[in-house]
């Protein structure tokens, strides 16, 4: 791997990042700074409580500016980013795809092509250039990241139940019931067309099982350990 490694300056206490071969390839300048997530080539850079991004080649792609830059390994091609308690979008390079409007905002899949987003109290969907797919997205559940097939894992807010995948209409599309002996306890955002279903049995065993974007199981439960 060619990825950079946080160091830290025992002198001043400040971090920058070297090579594989020991070499300072980001000065010690700065509070704070992250790993590089596994399947990540971007890494996060604090300076007096702002945030900007590093990139593999030691290249400040963002000078420290925003309140708040997303991280994890999930990131896609858009980062969600705060400043001045307003949300948006960059791209890896720095550049605004979607302008800091939003009052909340969610996080792009590595291959989603839609978002939600928080604007005057009303919940929305946006596609990567800022358009609104969908108004008014129904409140009552809680969704996870929305994949390139158009689905995202829901939960009730009230009861906090996995629910199941709802569309971008925010309509449950994908309902998930294995019975009483089997409780769902979280559904995965889709991966090539395959989504990650996790559960507890009846004698407290976590079981896993796969499914496909029309429910169908490509793998039927099975007994599994994290």
Partial sequence: SGKLVPVEDIVTGK?????MNGEI??????DYVSYFEAGSDIAIIVLDDKEGLVNEEGEIVVEPQYDVIERGAGIGE???VK??????????SGETAIPLIYDAAGTFGQDGKV???TQNEELCLVDEQGTVVKRGMPENYSYGSFSKTGLA???DIETEQCEGYANTQGELQI???YGAEKEVTGAYSFIDDRGLIAGLDDEYNDWCAVID?????????VLCSY
């Fill in 15 to 19: 971090r920058g990042f070297i090579n």
């Fill in 25 to 30: 390839k980001v000065p010690c300048i700065y």
């Fill in 78 to 80: 858009l980062i969600c």
């Fill in 83 to 92: 400043k001045d308690g307003k949300y948006g979008y960059i791209t890896k």
């Fill in 115 to 117: 978002v939600l987003v």
């Fill in 153 to 155: 894992p829901v939960r």
């Fill in 175 to 177: 309902s998930l019931n």
């Fill in 213 to 221: 974007t029309e429910g169908n199981e490509i793998l039927s439960p």
